[in-house]
């Protein structure tokens, strides 16, 4: 089993995401900051939270609570969402050299408040972006 941490960054009512390309079709979304787990690397998924908002988003953030946990079967993965604020820092896109490290594809970040973000069409975001709560 995966274990997959995403991270919902909240300022002044606004949502926090990142566009990012998804390896299956090619095309550009609308997501939450996520990563893996990785017990080497992070003592417990509020680490993983922070190491990924940094990695992401250049950002040092505050982990507020846990917002929802998701089985997606398909991918046989478990995966926690933290709602968290900005303690640091301003978020701005990974430089490529990093970016190609971690196999990602970051071409934006912005926020939106909430209610443009339930206006937007649902295509332009990951199904499973954790967002659609919000």
Do not use: C
Not at 6 to 18: P, Q, S, T, W, Y
């Amino acid at each position: 089993m995966i274990i997959k941490i995403g991270v919902l960054v909240e300022n002044k009512n606004k949502l926090l995401l990142i566009k990012e390309l998804n390896d299956h079709n090619g095309k550009y979304y609308w997501n939450i900051i996520k990563g893996t787990f990785e017990p080497e690397k992070d003592r417990d998924f509020s680490e993983t939270a922070k190491r990924e908002s940094k990695e992401e988003a250049g950002i040092l953030i505050k982990v507020d609570y846990l917002q929802s946990i998701m089985y997606l079967r398909r991918k046989n993965t478990l995966q926690f969402n933290f709602k968290a604020s900005i303690k640091k820092g301003t978020p701005k896109i990974p430089r490529n050299i990093a970016q190609k490290k971690r196999g990602e594809n970051i071409v934006e970040i912005k926020f939106f408040d909430r209610k443009g973000l339930k206006k937007n069409e649902r295509k332009r975001f990951y199904e499973r972006a954790g967002i659609r709560s919000y």
